[in-house]
């Protein structure tokens, strides 16, 4: 099979869910088009096949779409009431008050008024009918068919007035939807602007300023003070801090200096650096960040999948429902014709889906867009609503409750002073690639001793157990317990033993120190717990998580120790990763469990947990590629944040589409006293559209 083109283009002018569908549906029937898929909360189609920009304006006429390729720059959204096609609703509504106005004087049903009235239905109401016509052609009933039936029935009957208010009132609908799916998709818009379109380069001895478009992996990039980063890169040259807030929430600035790794839309606080690109434009973490929001914008959580079946039967009910109504009280029980045709009409008006419709993508765009400005990716409206009815929350404990890097944490000495002990066992220990030699190495270049300047003799590792060399004629060896147990002739004295049992129990890693006849110290390494962790557990049960799990591959004491400390409900040690995954997997059919990890080791675990939470999506592409949610920043506090906006959004949903329903539900009960009129159902459904509307914009508002 060929491959076939697939290209993505921007759209501007969704205002509505079904808008969205119907462009999608017009897209497909194209010549050369192959398959379509939109994109409304990314405001977006991908279109696989061969078409134009042209064509694709044309499929999407019904709503005046404005179509440009993906790469050209955005143009910015004109509001409702400055768009020049709109000045006929401005029209429509004059002639609306001035026949009114002349109705009162002369009575509504007198032909001057008649005039006005027909004129503004006319005027305001144009396109809707086009529209509206073809779609009761091709039996497409949406929101246009229903209503173009209600507005010329309510000519058919008289009733003028009411039918141009409707015309006036459904325009003023469609431009609070569209505001209101603008400012949902003002968060991915703000993303799009963070990063330069140029930046000043050095390429063949020359300072240049390019696109970054046409920067290429390996030039090097000149960044001033006050300036944000183009690309993504090592720095080369010069020490700064760095905001990066945009990429991981934390405003915080950030020292960077040679070898450090740095971020496109990052801002350059202090310094001049100089970085070496390292990824192209459409590579970088900000452009990945860009894509994933955007394509998790477009994954429809189950609440919307639900809402989008039941307007697909709800719609054509409810036109039965109306032709119902208004034929058979007339027919079998001698009403009035004109009565109950009326109130057909007002059921059409007020069965509109308009608000149930909306009432959910809103709420997942905004709180997509939300949590990506505050440096957490939610890759799609499932694992939004997944993560706010998560009962437990299952931790990795090395690099996620801890912080991944070993540290000294005690230094026991009995014959020699700290800082000599400290300098010989660096010395010995710098060749290798071990974390806990890497801890000691550490702790003496932060107090700066001259390891490096000590001879070694006769090196040799001693397999699982440590290292032996000599240093000035002397053999010394660094190691486990049991390596002294066996080299000295009598074993470790009873006194030592105990010290080192006491600090083992603490949850460390003890290191012995000394010859072949004497112990000289002991040297204690501990993954220390992050300053958050505790706190964040806390929070985490506060807010409703009934358990919280760590599961390590620790020995049991030192599980416990930091378990106990950090206040998980339930410890889990010396696991395989095989085990951690079964673990996971013996949850499942009981409650929705999460699994945090960094997202390399426990990819397994994260993979089969009903959310999996990575960490540091910032600096790892498996973070941002195996788990449903990503912590950018690294950083634990962004946890109950998350959750907190997981289940206010969800709660969101559900007040939204229960609203939505009970509306539908009490307006339709009106209709039967004749108590619902045409305005009403109108002001009824617009007012459900506001409603919904604003209390999923509240989900913007959520902070940590």
Not at 204 to 214: A, H, R, S
Not at 450 to 457: G, T, V, W
Request: aromatic letters at 6%; one cysteine or more.
């Amino acid at each position: 099979m060929s491959e076939q083109q697939v290209k993505s283009y921007r759209v501007q002018g969704f205002d509505c869910m079904e808008c969205a569908n119907k462009f999608e549906k017009n897209v497909k029937r194209l010549d050369g088009v192959i398959e379509a898929k939109v994109n409304f909360g990314a405001s977006k189609i991908m279109v696989t096949g061969n078409t134009t920009i042209e064509a694709l304006e044309k499929a999407g006429a019904f709503e005046k779409l404005k179509v440009r390729d993906e790469a050209e720059q955005t143009v910015e959204h004109v509001p409702f009431w400055k768009q020049k096609e709109n000045f006929k609703v401005y029209i429509s509504a004059f002639l609306l008050i001035i026949s009114w106005i002349i109705g009162t004087q002369y009575g509504e049903l007198s032909l001057i008024p008649t005039i006005g009235f027909l004129a503004a239905i006319i005027i305001g109401g144009y396109s809707l009918f086009i529209e509206g016509f073809k779609n009761l052609i091709r039996l497409d009933f949406d929101m246009d068919t229903l209503m173009t039936i209600a507005i010329i029935g309510a000519a058919a009957i008289g009733k003028w007035e009411e039918g141009a208010t409707v015309v006036i009132l459904f325009a003023i609908s469609e431009a609070l939807e569209s505001y209101s799916a603008d400012k949902a998709r003002q968060s991915i818009q703000s993303l799009m602007k963070i990063a330069p379109k140029e930046t000043l380069i050095r390429r063949n001895g020359q300072e240049l300023m390019v696109p970054v478009v046409d920067v290429q992996v390996g030039d090097t990039m000149i960044v001033k003070p006050g300036q944000k980063l183009a690309m993504d890169g090592v720095v080369t040259n010069g020490t700064s801090t760095l905001n990066q807030a945009a990429i991981t929430g934390e405003s915080v600035p950030v020292t960077k200096t040679i070898n450090d790794e740095v971020f496109a839309g990052t801002l350059n606080e202090e310094g001049l650096l100089e970085v070496k690109v390292t990824k192209r434009v459409e590579d970088t973490t900000l452009s990945k960040i860009i894509h994933l929001v955007e394509e998790s914008q477009a994954e429809k959580a189950p609440s919307q999948t639900f809402v989008d079946r039941f307007a697909k039967v709800y719609t054509p009910a409810i036109i039965i429902f109306a032709v119902l109504l208004s034929v058979i009280p007339p027919l079998f029980m001698g009403d009035s014709w004109g009565d109950w045709i009326y109130r057909g009409l007002a059921l059409l008006v007020v069965g509109c889906p308009c608000a149930l419709v909306i009432s959910t993508p809103v709420a997942i765009v905004t709180s997509i867009g939300n949590a990506a400005k505050n440096g957490v990716i939610i890759k799609g409206g499932v694992h939004l609503e997944e993560a706010g009815s998560l009962k437990v929350i299952a931790f990795d404990k090395t690099g996620t409750l801890t912080r991944g890097i070993p540290e000294v944490t005690d230094v026991v000495t009995f014959n020699k002073n700290e800082q000599d002990i400290i300098t010989l066992t660096a010395a010995l220990e710098k060749g290798s690639q071990h974390p806990l030699a890497s801890a000691i190495v550490r702790k003496a270049e932060e107090e700066r001793l001259k390891f490096n300047d000590i001879e070694i003799e006769d090196f040799q590792s001693i397999t699982g157990k440590g290292v032996k060399a000599r240093i000035n004629q002397n053999m010394y060896y660094v190691g486990s317990p049991n390596l002294f147990e066996e080299t000295l002739s009598n074993g470790i004295k009873k006194a030592i033993h105990n010290q080192i049992v006491t600090l083992q129990k603490q949850g460390k890693t003890v290191m012995v120190f000394g010859t072949d006849g004497d112990i000289l110290a002991l040297i204690a390494v501990a993954d220390k717990l992050r300053d958050s962790a505790k706190n964040v557990i806390q929070k985490l049960h506060q807010s409703g998580i009934e358990q919280t799990v760590m599961l390590t591959g620790d020995n049991k004491s030192t599980a416990e120790t930091i378990g106990k400390e950090v206040g998980v409900s339930d410890i889990q040690a010396e696991l395989l990763p095989e085990e951690k995954l079964n673990y996971i997997k013996s949850y499942r059919g009981k409650q929705k469990v999460a699994m945090v990890g960094d997202g390399v080791n426990d990819a397994p675990a994260l993979a089969e947990a009903t959310v999996g939470i990575a960490m540091g999506g910032a600096g790892t592409d498996t973070a941002l590629e195996t788990a449903d949610i990503a912590l950018m920043s690294d950083d634990l506090t962004k946890l109950p944040y998350t959750i907190k906006l997981s289940r206010k959004a969800l709660a969101i949903i559900k007040q939204n589409v229960t609203f939505s329903l009970a509306i539908k539900a009490i307006s339709i009960l009106l209709i039967f006293p004749g108590w619902l009129t045409l305005w009403i159902a109108i002001l009824a459904d617009v007012g459900a559209t506001i409603i919904v509307t604003l209390n999923s914009l509240r989900l913007a508002k959520i902070k940590e």
